[in-house]
């Protein structure tokens, strides 16, 4: 019977038994056209399919299957797909030779899902509930699940699509042919790749103590699979990282480099232990996995002696910089700045203050300094900015603001105001705590600086005090994850960095108990750490869209008026379409792709998000 199929032409069969090989090549191409009488009955005979292994380790899922699917192979891995309406109807040799038709059927999809040259997930999630909607995936030192080297399609009629559902999948890979059903969708996307916006940056996260400290509790293979996970081409394809200047909240104790009071030349700046131990040593590894990683750099505080409250947090009635100190203070950046080049880490970009917002409000409870914008406009013109250019470091960049949206505007057309300013200053940090006004106010900035940058610098889950802060598996966590990158990159966006790589079951270390949840928590104890909902949200977005993608127009028409459906699109250096989608609805939501002349319907489960990727129209 192989000798028969190997010279196939395209065939329509109405299929009804069904048989999986996995090692058949015999399919020169084959056109599998499933009606919908037959779907429903086949789809009944597959349920099992979702745990079936196939080599490359794939796992067919339900959506594979769709009605009036058009499915083209050629064996040696290469996809051609000859969509046409010629077939050759065999029904009556399925009366005869039933076997034949299931070993027809079975061995062309096991080439279509297995020849394809995606690679996928290299280790499924070791999925485990706790209190919350969602699942955890478990990982140890000896198993953790990975998405692997997920390629982009080569073949313009071929769609690659990585989904993650709050119920089932996560980072879940698939391949179909674009087609479109008889469905009316409930909501229309369209692409428009000739409708450009501003380049992407990158994403990543952040190196505080924490992170380090976290990390070190596990065995090395554990921590060097969390890092291949973040950085490298198997992972998550990180290509950013923030780290403090000294001592944040998410340190094991308060401290800056020069704590001997009234150090009027610096001499006693140093690098801390924490450096050496909790930051370096990973901020290296991430260099060596992650090609081109941009590390930029912040200050939470000055030592105690510089600032006028005498602490390094706000006790006393607020933190700010004592003016007499700017110059000075300019030279602690500088002898930073050195001080990592030493150990082979060359920094990036730095911002002026973490929050300068917050280290104005009085009793602060962590490491703070407060500024108002014209302080920092001072600084960064008279002290930060010449001082690095005078000692060769004049091409690092400055970044602005590093606070909270709702503030944005006020800050930076103050800070701006001075034309000199132009000359210093490359881009606009922002985190995302305390959202207050909608992400518009960011086209606003655009617009009247649209040479700089706009960089989401830190986020994080549970930070509130009222709230619990460590969520195991709580879906709402990766949605916001997700739905903020979406509205963020809408709004100019070049960048998106999450807080802590790893915090432990508090959400620590964190000296001042200022705990909050992370993509990846850490039960030392157990030998094991548990990867959120937030970890693979990330993912959707780092891995798959790469430095220098343009983001490109998109537009949803919405069917019912009433969906909670958001997206994004990209179109990669390599020429492919990269897009973004996340359903926050508690319903399926059947959608239909047109980007040029190209059209693809899906249906999206509740609660979902999804990346699809193909070669861009001609």
């Given at each position: 019977m192989?000798g028969?199929l190997?010279?196939?032409?395209?065939?329509?069969?109405?299929?009804?038994?069904w048989?999986?090989?996995?090692?058949?090549?015999a399919?020169?191409?084959?056109?599998?056209?499933?009606?919908q009488?037959?779907?429903?009955?086949?789809?009944g005979?597959?349920?099992?399919?979702?745990?079936?292994?196939i080599d490359?380790?794939?796992?067919?899922s339900h959506?594979?299957?769709?009605?009036?699917?058009n499915?083209?192979f050629v064996?040696?891995g290469?996809?051609?797909c000859?969509?046409?309406?010629?077939?050759?109807?065999?029904?009556?040799m399925?009366a005869?030779?039933?076997l034949?038709?299931?070993?027809?059927?079975?061995?062309?999809?096991?080439?279509?899902?297995?020849?394809?040259?995606?690679?996928?997930?290299?280790?499924?999630?070791?999925?485990?509930?706790?209190?919350y909607d969602?699942?955890?995936?478990v990982?140890?030192?000896?198993?953790?699940?990975?998405?692997?080297e997920i390629?982009p399609?080569?073949?313009?009629?071929?769609?690659?699509?990585?989904?993650?559902t709050?119920?089932?999948?996560r980072?879940?890979?698939?391949t179909?042919p674009?087609?479109?059903?008889?469905?009316n969708?409930?909501?229309?996307?369209?692409?428009?790749?000739?409708?450009t916006f501003?380049?992407?940056?990158?994403?990543?996260?952040?190196?505080?103590?924490?992170?380090?400290?976290?990390?070190?509790?596990?065995?090395e293979?554990?921590?060097?699979a969390?890092?291949e996970?973040?950085?490298?081409?198997?992972g998550?394809k990180?290509?950013?990282?923030r780290?403090p200047?000294?001592?944040?909240?998410?340190?094991?104790?308060?401290?800056?480099?020069?704590d001997?009071d009234?150090?009027?030349t610096l001499?006693?700046?140093?690098?801390?232990?924490?450096?050496?131990?909790y930051k370096?040593?990973?901020i290296?590894?991430?260099?060596e996995?992650?090609?081109?990683?941009?590390?930029?750099?912040?200050?939470?505080?000055?030592?105690?002696?510089?600032?006028?409250?005498?602490?390094?947090n706000?006790?006393n009635?607020?933190?700010a910089?004592?003016?007499e100190?700017?110059?000075l203070?300019?030279?602690?950046?500088?002898?930073?700045l050195?001080?990592?080049?030493?150990?082979?880490?060359?920094?990036w970009?730095?911002?002026?203050?973490n929050?300068?917002?917050?280290?104005?409000l009085?009793?602060f409870?962590?490491?703070?300094?407060g500024?108002?914008?014209?302080?920092q406009?001072?600084?960064?013109?008279?002290h930060?900015?010449?001082?690095?250019?005078?000692?060769?470091?004049g091409?690092?960049?400055?970044f602005?603001?590093d606070?909270?949206?709702y503030?944005?505007e006020?800050?930076?057309?103050i800070?701006?105001a001075d034309?000199?300013m132009?000359?210093?200053?490359s881009?606009?940090?922002?985190?995302?705590?305390?959202?207050?006004i909608?992400?518009d106010v960011?086209?606003t900035?655009?617009?009247?600086?649209p040479?700089?940058?706009l960089?989401?610098?830190?986020?994080s889950?549970?930070?509130?005090?009222?709230e619990?802060?460590?969520?195991?598996?709580?879906?709402?966590?990766?949605?916001?994850?997700?739905?903020?990158i979406?509205?963020?990159?809408?709004?100019?966006m070049?960048?998106?960095?999450d807080?802590?790589?790893?915090v432990?079951?508090l959400?620590?270390?964190?000296?001042?108990?200022?705990?909050?949840?992370?993509?990846?928590?850490?039960?030392?104890?157990?030998?094991?750490y548990?990867?959120?909902?937030?970890?693979?949200?990330?993912?959707?977005?780092?891995?798959?869209?790469?430095r220098d993608?343009?983001?490109?127009?998109?537009?949803?028409?919405?069917g019912?008026?009433?969906l909670?459906?958001?997206?994004?699109a990209?179109?990669t250096?390599?020429?492919?379409?990269?897009?973004?989608?996340?359903?926050r609805?508690?319903t399926?939501?059947?959608?239909?792709?047109?980007?040029?002349?190209l059209?693809f319907d899906?249906r999206?489960?509740?609660?979902?998000?999804?990346?699809?990727?193909?070669?861009?129209?001609?």
């Open positions: 192989l028969m190997r010279n196939a032409a395209c065939y329509c069969l109405d299929v009804t038994a048989m999986l090989l996995r090692d058949v090549t399919c020169e191409v084959v056109r599998v056209c499933l009606s009488s037959t779907t429903a009955g086949l789809l005979n597959v349920l099992h399919l979702p745990e079936r292994r490359p380790p794939l796992v067919l959506n594979a299957i769709r009605d009036w699917l499915i083209c064996r040696q290469r996809v051609r000859q969509l046409g309406s010629s077939t050759v109807a065999l029904h009556n399925a005869t030779s039933g034949l038709f299931a070993l027809l059927v079975s061995a062309c999809l096991t080439l279509y899902f297995g020849s394809y040259d995606v690679k996928g997930q290299e280790e499924q999630c070791d999925a485990r509930y706790y209190d969602s699942f955890v995936c990982c140890t030192e000896e198993r953790c699940d990975s998405p692997g390629l399609p080569q073949d313009p009629e071929v769609l690659l699509s990585v989904l993650t709050r119920d089932e999948h980072f879940h890979v698939d179909a674009f087609h479109m059903s008889r469905q969708p409930n909501a229309i996307i369209r692409i428009n790749k000739s409708q501003q380049r992407i940056l990158g994403f990543g996260a952040h190196f505080p103590d924490a992170t380090g400290f976290n990390l070190l509790s596990l065995g293979p554990a921590q060097r969390i890092m996970g973040y950085f490298s081409e198997r998550w990180y290509n950013l990282a780290v200047m000294a001592g944040v909240d998410s340190s094991v104790r308060p401290y800056t480099y020069d001997v009234n150090d009027a001499e006693h700046f140093a690098l801390a232990p924490e450096d050496y131990n370096l040593p990973f290296k590894e991430a260099k996995l992650s090609e081109g990683l941009l590390v930029m750099a912040s200050p939470w505080s000055a030592p105690a002696w510089m600032k006028t409250n005498g602490a390094i706000g006790t009635g607020g933190a910089l004592k003016p100190h700017y110059g203070w300019a030279q602690y950046y500088l002898k930073f050195q001080a990592y080049e030493a150990e082979g880490v060359q920094v970009g730095l911002t002026p203050q929050e300068p917002i917050f280290g104005s009085p009793d409870p962590f490491n703070c300094m500024w108002t914008p014209e302080q406009q001072e600084f960064v013109r008279d930060l900015g010449p001082t690095l250019r005078d000692a060769g470091y091409n690092i960049l400055i602005i603001f606070d909270q949206r503030y944005i006020e800050f930076v057309t800070v701006m034309e000199a132009s000359e210093w200053v881009g606009v940090a922002m985190h995302w705590y305390m959202n207050f909608p992400p960011q086209d900035i655009h617009e009247m600086y040479n700089l940058m960089l989401m610098s830190e986020a889950n549970g930070v509130n005090p009222w619990h802060h460590i969520f195991l598996g709580f879906w709402e966590h990766g949605e916001k994850y997700a739905l903020d979406i509205q963020n990159l809408n709004h100019w070049v960048g998106w960095l807080w802590n790589l790893a432990d079951l959400g620590g270390p964190n000296w001042a108990e200022f705990y909050a949840d992370g993509p990846i928590i850490v039960n030392a104890t157990a030998g094991e548990y990867k959120n909902p937030s970890y693979y949200a990330m993912g959707h977005f780092s891995k798959f869209i790469p993608s343009l983001r490109v127009g998109i537009e949803v028409e919405d019912t008026g009433s909670l459906l958001d997206g994004t990209v179109l250096p390599e020429g492919h379409i990269v897009v973004v989608l996340l359903n609805n508690e399926e939501v059947a959608i239909r792709l047109e980007e040029g002349g059209a899906t999206l489960p509740p609660k979902s998000m999804a990346t699809l990727v193909w070669v861009a129209s001609e």
